[in-house]
């Protein structure tokens, strides 16, 4: 059985920096290609930053520069660490690991919520 589950969420000051992680139960991170989405209330889930399973990210343009997705295949654990935090980055984060279109897998969430 495949369990992700998120955590490192909470409340900070516009400016500062969490990290949240995802550590993955039944499945190999490497294996998969990572997400990180967020969903705000009342909006659509949207994709945050991918790590394919060969390491290659790629991040959403409201987020370059300032979030950066590592992963440790040793904890089979992956990581967003977010820097610069403003308000708009509020939101509940999930994270995604997909094998295929048949095996696609969730998290519960965790809450980020960043005060001006």
């Known amino acids: 059985q495949v369990r992700l589950e998120e955590s490192g969420g909470g409340l900070v000051q516009a400016g500062g920096s969490l990290r949240l992680s995802c550590a993955t139960v039944?499945?190999?991170?490497?294996?998969?290609?990572m997400g990180w989405y967020r969903q705000a209330p009342g909006k659509q889930r949207d994709l945050v930053a991918t790590?394919?399973?060969?390491?290659?990210?790629d991040y959403a343009d409201s987020v370059k520069g300032r979030f950066t997705l590592s992963r440790d295949n040793t904890e089979n654990t992956v990581y967003l660490q977010m820097n610069n935090l403003e308000p708009e980055d509020t939101a509940v984060y999930y994270c995604?690991?997909?094998?295929?279109?048949?095996?696609?897998?969730w998290g519960q969430g965790t809450q980020v919520t960043v005060s001006s």
């Open positions: 995604n690991a997909n094998y295929g279109t048949e095996y696609n897998f």
């Open positions: 790590m394919a399973p060969g390491g290659n990210t």
């Open positions: 039944g499945a190999l991170v490497r294996r998969a290609i």
